[in-house]
Nanobody, 128 residues
Framework: QVQLVESGGGLVQPGGSLTLSCAAS????????IGWFRQAPGKEREGVTC????????YYVDSVRGRFTISRDNAKGTVFLQMNMLKPEDTAVYYC?????????????????????WGQGTQVTVSS
């Protein structure tokens, strides 16, 4: 059974950094695309970044490009989201999601409908 567990969230001051982890179990991470999403209070869930199964291609939405970095260690079954220069507007519950790379070509997506398995989320709060 595909299972994703996020960790690493917490409270951080503006300008600070956090690294989120997404641990995969029940499947071979090498064959799956991963996306990170977030949902702020009262807002819809939105895509943040994604990475292909090999890690060779990534995509970032404009609001985080240059500040966030997605990476993966398939041997350890974990995907990371390094978040730097955090802003109050980054406050949200962060989720990772996955879908098999088969039939998906060589790209990834930050569209919610692209993914079929989700973690439970981890809270990130950016506040002074």
């Amino acid at each position: 059974q595909v299972q994703l567990v996020e960790s690493g969230g917490g409270l951080v001051q503006p300008g600070g950094s956090l690294t989120l982890s997404c641990a995969a179990s029940g499947f071979t991470l090498d064959d799956y695309i991963i996306g990170w999403f977030r949902q702020a209070p009262g807002k819809e869930r939105e895509g943040v970044t994604c990475i292909t199964s090999s890690g060779g291609r990534t995509y970032y939405v404009d609001s985080v490009r240059g500040r966030f970095t997605i990476s993966r260690d398939n041997a350890k079954g974990t995907v990371f989201l390094q978040m730097n220069m955090l802003k109050p507007e980054d406050t949200a519950v962060y989720y990772c999601a996955t879908t098999p790379s088969a039939f998906r070509g060589t790209s990834c997506s930050v569209s919610l409908s692209f993914y079929n398995s989700w973690g439970q989320g981890t809270q990130v709060t950016v506040s002074s």
